[in-house]
């Protein structure tokens, strides 16, 4: 015999504070199935160019069976040994650069020291320091690259040995704001002010104990 089982529901605002922790939970499970890392990879390829580095770019399939245009950024993360980010591109100087960065992140002292960096050392050299950088590795931090440093021929010799590796240390800082912008991003969206915001705005429905409906 069949039989008909009533079920009372709740909104988001209507639970307990332990039952909205549990929806909370059931939030987060599934919640980021999306590139939700796009907003601060556009952000971080404008600074790159800025900067003077030219991200190099990888086919992305879509599902309609086309592909789109992304640049090489990778990461790992957010808790675990190794975790990080990198890029491969090529960096030459950028005239400019300190004032656009400056003006693009007014508040962001740390990009403003790699801008600044980056446009002392290639003064020292004309101007004529290139750089590739490359993925190396089956890591995703700012070590897991290796880095062609080149000095644009000129009618007299120098050592850039010191600068080769400041250089390359100014690249990985900047390998490092983008994997901290990167964990910032992600904090935001897990943090319960912004699930209970998107429960909240999808109208989800629950049991008493925090439960979907």
Known sequence: MSRTMETEVFTFAELDDSAKEKARDWYREGALQYDWWDSVYDDAAEIADKLGIELKQKSVPLMNGGTVQQPCIWF????????????????????????????????????????????????????????????????????????DVNLNERDYSIDTKDDHEAVCELLRDFMDWIYQSLETEYDYLMSDESVDEMIECTEYEFTEDGHRA
């Open 76 to 147: 790992s993360g957010f808790c675990s040994q190794g975790d990080g980010a990198c890029f491969e591109g090529d960096y030459r100087y950028r005239k400019g650069s300190v004032k656009d960065v400056m003006e693009h992140a007014p508040k962001d002292e740390g990009l403003h020291k790699i801008a600044k960096g980056l446009q002392d050392i290639q003064r020292r050299y004309f101007y004529g320091i290139t750089v590739k950088v490359t993925h190396s590795g089956r890591y995703c931090h700012s070590r897991s690259v290796d880095f």
